[in-house]
């Protein structure tokens, strides 16, 4: 992570933490009256300027070393949580600091009330440290969940074994909700980039002498004049990840052109939708990492690089879990929000309700990103989608697969594009719904119009079976007996033939055993290597009117990358996965093919799981510095 090199310096006075002027001590050892004096330390946050400008990407132009500094909203701090420990990271003692509002200020400072006792309790019974006791760890957490708070409520020096930092946080959107006011504007869950270790007096007397005085308290973030210097920030990150996006269209309407050769721009595919899919519902709330991405030998608060794993609370699971299994697909939903699958594995109508989708104009309409200062202009227009909890993989690199990874998918339409009334007529009539029902061809009916079934085969495609497919397969068959078509369309395979299936389908039409037909001539045509694609209406259960009418709709798959290698069909490191404190934009900019289709038995190679993707009285002074966002920009071609 990279510290922004634009902050500005200043002062903000806050209010003391309420109740803060409880004089009366707590423990077990009666105090003095001159003792009962409170006692100050010193807290500061340093935040990013959300008017300032993005740094430069890398010497090599990727955006991975850009950063984004973010709005206001993401860098206000109101509530600062802030945690005293021991190095070995024992609690020792905490302050709720309240009443904080940092707008759009780059630099706060506020003095913290911790209780005294639980101070005091960390010196012997002589008021003295041990030798390299006075080293100590100070956590910062900015707009801390209410249930992180009353955690340390419960602690003491003498019953914690410093296992509260392995806390996570539970996240869970849709039709119940927790924890999401973690991404809300002006309360974005923040906690330490680095571990902040400080020294401390060696007496505790020297607490009470030196630093009685809200005036002068004990610094934790600068030099104090008893000759202990605390110079430097604590760094916080958000906790949380944000998606952009934009139009990376030619013709920025969401449309793309497709086809092959002299086709090339017959056809159009334009996005009208896009989803997010599992995302991961808890995370821990200090980040750490290792060689593996598993918690074993995990540094707390590391440095995440090319070459390590920022780890997740579930690694042991993902590692293990068996997603060829219903009983391993079944267990995700205990691990992800928005889950690409059903609990079968499978994905249909019903299960895209479980996903978070909408419409890509509404998208578009989103506020926009802090776009100043990137270059070329090209870099620019992403508007802000929406924040996304860390999700990370551990090694192998096999286990970034659909079934664990963040992902966003894509629907898509296709339309007419340049001259296809003229090249290929029935193509037209198919897309634009005024296709002719034939006596040996079959079609169905959507509101009045009629369609066939589109098949794809080796990137050609062809309108209904009879009219299309069996005079290509033919034609190829007189100049090559071995035709890969002709084996495809006419030969038997196990599922029986497919063109005699057809013509069973096609009598079958309109009477009880069509279902039956359908679905064993879809079967024996996507084992022989067909994708087949079905009109249908996108308005299907909406009731706000918001979709974009009937056609042939498909599916593009995005797992949500983080370190591009740049080495296609070869996984590296981290390459995919979410990460908090990162902005993902994405920007579709080329689309080569239409998608999966919308019925998962229509496609030769649906998408499986496994493919690989208190009140107190001692008072600290601590600043805080909220790094900027990390950008990490993602074109994506289909």
Request: proline share 4%.
């Amino acid at each position: 992570m990279k510290s922004w090199k634009h902050l500005l310096t200043g002062a903000l006075a806050m209010a003391i933490l309420a109740g803060c002027g409880n004089d009366e001590p707590v423990g077990p050892d009666p105090v003095t009256p001159d003792e009962q004096q409170s006692l100050y330390m010193n807290v500061g946050v340093a935040l990013p300027s959300a008017r300032g400008t993005r740094s430069q990407t890398d010497s090599e132009g990727n955006s991975t070393g850009g950063t984004e500094v973010g709005k206001d909203y993401e860098n206000t701090v109101k509530t600062l949580l802030l945690v005293l420990s021991r190095n070995d990271d024992k609690y020792v003692a905490h302050t709720l600091v309240t009443g904080l509002n940092t707008g759009n200020k780059t630099t706060i400072t506020t003095t913290a009330a911790f209780k005294r006792t639980d101070v005091q309790k960390f010196y012997d019974a002589d008021g003295k440290l041990p030798e390299n006791r006075n080293k100590i760890h100070v956590y910062a957490f900015c707009n801390p969940t209410a249930e992180l708070t009353q955690l340390f409520e419960g602690l003491n020096s003498s019953n914690d074994d410093g296992s509260w930092v392995n806390t996570a946080c539970k996240v869970l959107e849709g039709t119940t909700s927790q924890h999401t006011e973690i991404w809300e504007p002006g309360s974005f869950l923040m906690s330490n980039a680095a571990i902040a270790e400080k020294t401390i007096p060696d007496t505790f007397q020297e607490w009470v002498v030196k630093y009685t005085s809200e005036a002068s308290p004990f610094e934790l973030s600068g030099k104090n004049n008893g000759g202990i210097n605390n110079d430097g920030a604590i760094k916080v990150e958000r906790s949380v990840a944000r998606l952009d996006f934009k139009d990376g269209s030619p013709t920025q309407d969401r449309t793309y052109p497709i086809g092959i050769g002299e086709d090339e721009g017959t056809m159009k595919v334009e996005l009208v939708r896009m989803a997010l899919v599992n995302m991961s519902n808890e995370f821990y709330y200090l980040r750490r990492v290792s060689d593996d991405g598993l918690a074993a030998d995990a540094v707390l608060c590391g440095q995440e690089t090319d070459a390590n794993y920022v780890v997740d609370t579930d690694a042991a699971f993902k590692e293990a879990i068996v997603l060829s299994s219903i009983a391993g697909i079944g267990q995700l939903k205990d691990h992800f929000n928005f889950r690409l699958f059903d609990d079968n594995g499978e994905i249909n109508d019903n299960t895209r309700k479980q996903w978070y989708s909408e419409r890509i104009v509404d998208v578009l309409e989103n506020e926009e990103d802090n776009d100043e200062g990137w270059k070329p202009a090209a870099k620019s227009d992403y508007r802000i989608w929406r924040y996304v909890t860390e999700n990370t993989i551990p090694t192998p690199e096999k286990r970034q697969v659909s079934g664990l990874s963040t992902g966003i998918i894509f629907k898509g339409k296709l339309k007419a594009g340049d001259n296809l009334e003229t090249k290929h007529e029935d193509l037209y009539k198919a897309i634009s719904g005024t296709f002719t029902q034939s006596s040996d061809g079959y079609t169905y009916e959507i509101q009045g119009k009629h369609y066939p079934i589109l098949f794809e085969y080796k990137g050609t495609l062809y309108v209904g079976w009879n009219n299309e497919v069996v005079k290509k397969a033919q034609e190829e068959y007189a100049t090559d007996t071995n035709s890969e078509l002709y084996k495809a369309a006419m030969e038997n395979n196990e599922n029986g033939n497919p063109n005699t299936l057809y013509q069973a389908l096609v009598a079958a039409r309109n009477t009880t055993n069509e279902e039956k037909a359908l679905t064993a001539f879809r079967k024996a045509a996507t084992t022989a290597g067909f994708t087949l694609y079905q009109a249908s209406d996108d308005g299907d259960g909406i009731t706000d009117g918001a979709h974009d009418g009937v056609g042939y709709y498909f599916y593009y798959y995005y797992w949500n990358r983080h370190n591009d290698n740049q080495l296609p069909g070869t996984m590296g490191t981290m390459e995919f996965g979410t990460v908090r404190n990162n902005v993902y934009k994405l920007a579709v900019t080329n689309i080569r093919k239409l998608g999966h289709p919308r019925i998962s038995d229509n496609d030769p190679d649906p998408t499986d799981p496994e493919d690989p993707d208190e009140n107190g009285d001692l008072f600290i002074t601590v600043s805080v510095e909220v790094l900027p966002w990390v950008v990490r920009e993602n074109n994506i071609e289909f």
